[in-house]
């Protein structure tokens, strides 16, 4: 169901969400359900919802821009080497209005919990959204409306075999891509000492025809200043 869709007569059922949107006068109601009951009014003649997933730092409100990727179990990295794995990410979905060459944002809603955690210490610490996955050899097969895949590329430029036991990443780099099978996103982790190392988002699709998702801080006009992390408080 993720893709662009009529604003009238528009219905669907996203895990455990209903969504529709009710012709209301001149105008439209948009309404998602799920024992509660959430509306809106969309003061649009024509036009058209674009459902997408987005950057997973926004419920259950904006918090924070640090997404960190906690491994089940730890990495071993090579001395001097690079190795691609795959990990998962939490999906929130956005639904946005589309008319007049503009673009609004209607709704966020998740179908997995939000959990936060600090990485670092207390005073200089960062508040990133929390997650935790296996690392893969292959493409996991997930729910794309709860979990996306994520390809990480891990070098270790260090002369030393070295640990690594999450990631943390700047999700205002980040770049989504899905199709009908899975929501994707890929980022490189850059070892740089046993207690350091470089994140950043890479735009990359996994295959050619899959669509790029519509990037929240960019329909909020965000200037990003910085497209990577540092992680200073250890791997």
């Known amino acids: 169901m993720f893709g662009y869709h009529d604003v009238e007569g528009f219905q669907t059922e996203i895990g455990e969400y209903r969504i529709k949107t009710e012709k209301a ?3 439209y109601q948009y309404i ?3 024992g509660d009951k959430i509306e809106k009014g969309l003061s649009v003649d024509k036009g058209r919802l674009i459902i997408n997933p987005v950057e997973p730092v926004n419920m259950p409100k904006n918090i924070t821009n640090f997404l960190q990727i906690k491994f089940t179990k730890p990495f071993f990295a090579e001395p001097k080497s690079a190795v691609e794995v795959y ?3 939490p999906v929130e979905i956005a639904v946005f209005i589309a008319a007049k060459k503009s673009v609004g944002i ?3 809603f998740s179908l997995q919990k939000p959990k936060y955690t600090l990485y670092g210490n207390p005073r200089d610490g960062t508040i990133c959204r929390y997650w935790e996955s296996d690392l893969y050899s292959e493409i996991p097969q997930v729910d794309k409306y709860r979990e996306g895949i994520i390809k990480l590329r891990i070098v270790n430029s260090d002369s030393e075999w070295i ?3 999450n990631a943390v990443f700047d999700v205002y780099g980040m770049k989504i891509y899905y199709d009908e099978e899975m929501v994707y996103s ?3 982790i ?3 000492s046993p207690k350091v190392a470089e994140t950043r988002f890479i735009e990359q699709p996994l295959k050619e025809k899959m669509r790029k998702a519509l990037e929240l801080y960019t329909a909020r006009r965000i200037a990003v200043t910085a497209l990577k992390f540092v992680m200073e408080w250890g791997l």
Request: glycine residues 4%; without cysteine.
């Open 186 to 188: 890929s980022a490189s």
């Open 106 to 108: 209607v709704d966020i």
């Open 190 to 192: 850059n070892i740089v």
């Open 163 to 165: 640990e690594i036991s």
């Open 25 to 27: 006068g001149p105008f």
């Open 87 to 89: 990990a998962t990410f």
């Open 32 to 34: 998602r359900e799920n």
